[in-house]
């Protein structure tokens, strides 16, 4: 299967920070740094260390979260600025982040579009590692054999985007029925199913997905500007603060 590379030269970021809340507010300063012209497209991805819970933008806790088992397994939570559902993120997740330029006569100028043109570009460069049967299925979600094991988000500004995603290689699914209510609103194919009826593992190392990830969005520049004070300023005003994470 031939790969349909991005025209952009993309810059890449492999980075993870030692907090939940510094990766999360790095993914919100770099698109902050390129709407602000700065820096142009950007590919980043991350692998977090520890286990902790992050509700989407509007995500509502009662609803979404079993809170009491949080709690007992000294599970934190945090809030997201983009769109999407609750997730459980954790050591075996492999996250990747881009920042996209919108432009008014491309796909990324519509919401549904994106979803589409980006979930296009990773099932392709997945298969060439994974296999040909992957699917999009859903929103954004891509799958195999009607299980899921990457699913997706977004936040849009004036001239830039930022979708983000994470791929399940080796994630103990189990712990999601232990920590993760069952989404009020879910795609058809899901069909109610548990978390652990529903997505399952990829179990390919998460160099061999950053490589092709990397290479069908042409990412081959290092971004030598890491946001580090923007980054500080977003966990101190939102992402450590029980008024951001809990307010819904």
């Known amino acids: 299967m031939i790969m349909l590379s991005y025209r952009h030269n993309m810059k890449y970021l492999d980075i993870t920070f030692p907090t939940p809340e510094h990766n999360l507010s790095c993914d919100e300063a770099l698109l902050d740094l390129s709407e602000e012209g700065f820096e142009g497209e950007i590919l980043r991805f991350w692998e977090p260390q520890e286990y902790f819970i992050v509700l989407g933008y509007s995500g509502k806790i009662q609803s979404e979260v ?29 996250n990747y982040s881009l920042i996209l330029k919108i432009q008014k006569s491309s796909p990324l100028a519509h919401i549904s579009k994106t979803n589409r043109f980006i979930m296009e570009r990773n099932r392709e460069a997945l298969a060439s590692v994974v296999g040909n049967d992957i699917e999009i299925q859903g929103f954004s979600d891509l799958v195999r054999a009607s299980l899921k094991f990457s699913g997706s988000a977004q936040r849009r500004k004036k001239s830039f985007l930022l979708y983000h995603g994470s791929f399940l290689l080796s994630f103990p699914i189990l712990l999601m029925d232990q920590l993760l209510q069952i989404p009020l609103r879910q795609p058809a194919y899901r069909k109610n199913r548990s978390h652990s009826e529903f997505v399952t593992n990829l179990n390919i190392p998460p160099n061999t997905i950053k490589q092709s990830i990397r290479k069908i969005w042409n990412a081959n520049r290092a971004l030598e500007q890491i946001p580090s004070e923007r980054i500080e300023q977003f966990v101190r005003e939102r992402y450590i603060t029980s008024e951001w994470n809990f307010k819904f």
């Open 66 to 94: 079993h809170l009491s088992a949080c709690r007992e397994k000294k599970i934190p939570i945090f809030r997201r600025t983009s769109g999407g559902g609750t997730i459980l993120q954790g050591p075996g997740c492999l």
